[in-house]
């Protein structure tokens, strides 16, 4: 099996509990071991790649700025993508700038998804028995990926993916076991970085490069 052979089921889960005028958002990175599966929420309607008339991958936070801050702060993506990245309005990228992005994304060895791929208009807060709906699915992008580590962020996601309650302020640089068919993954629970966690970026930097030297023998400065 292959990612995209699971695109049709967050399609069909995205005409159930995402916005009905939008499309779902998939993933995107390095898709054979990547050092680190990001997993997010879910996507909303400020990644221009969920518009129906986007004819271009299906990404995750195409036509954002704030995230790419986190991965330029880890040296995960190179600094004149990043300045690119910076320097456009969302409505100015293109699919073809979304692919440049995503090769480098790609390069650096990394993989970003959500853990519901359900856009929405706006960050409006998802349930827990909604991303539930997705766990098998993220469960099986794992299986496929084989990644070194997942980074899990924000409390709801780390505790729906992990199967109990999570705090993240409780499990700073803590090791979690997260088994999917007899195969044990490492994984952390990381404050979430943009939106309302916007604040909390600085731990999640602090976090992420702890994890990349343990975990990869990465350092970053």
């Not at 650096?108 to 706006?122: P, S």
């Not at 952390?188 to 916007?198: D, H, I, L, Q, T």
Request: hydrophobic letters at 35%; proline letters at 3%; glycine letters at 6%.
């Amino acid at each position: 099996m292959y990612l995209e052979d699971l695109n049709i089921e967050y399609d069909k889960l995205q005409k159930k509990y995402g916005a009905k005028e939008l499309d779902s958002i998939y993933n995107g990175g390095c898709q054979k071991n990547p050092d680190i599966c990001f997993v997010f929420m879910n996507p909303t309607g400020r990644n221009i790649a969920s518009d129906k008339s986007w004819h271009g991958r299906k990404s995750p936070w195409i036509g954002t700025k704030n995230i790419w801050d986190l991965f330029d702060s880890l040296d995960l993506i190179d600094k004149d993508i990043y300045q690119e990245i910076k320097d456009k309005k969302g409505s100015e990228w293109t699919p073809e700038f979304a692919d440049k992005v995503y090769e480098n994304v790609e390069k650096h060895n990394f993989f970003i998804t959500n853990l519901g791929k359900c856009t929405q208009v706006d960050a409006r807060v998802l349930s827990d028995e909604v991303f539930k709906k997705y766990l098998k699915l993220l469960e099986k992008e794992i299986e496929i990926l084989n990644p070194k580590v997942i980074i899990l962020f924000g409390n709801q996601v780390s505790s729906i993916v992990l199967k109990q309650k999570i705090s993240v302020s409780q499990s700073r640089k803590k090791v979690y076991e997260k088994k999917i068919k007899g195969q044990v993954y490492r994984a952390y629970a990381v404050y979430y970085p943009v939106g309302n966690g916007r604040f909390n970026i600085d731990k999640s930097i602090e976090d992420i490069k702890w994890i990349m030297k343990e975990e990869l023998g990465k350092v970053v400065q």
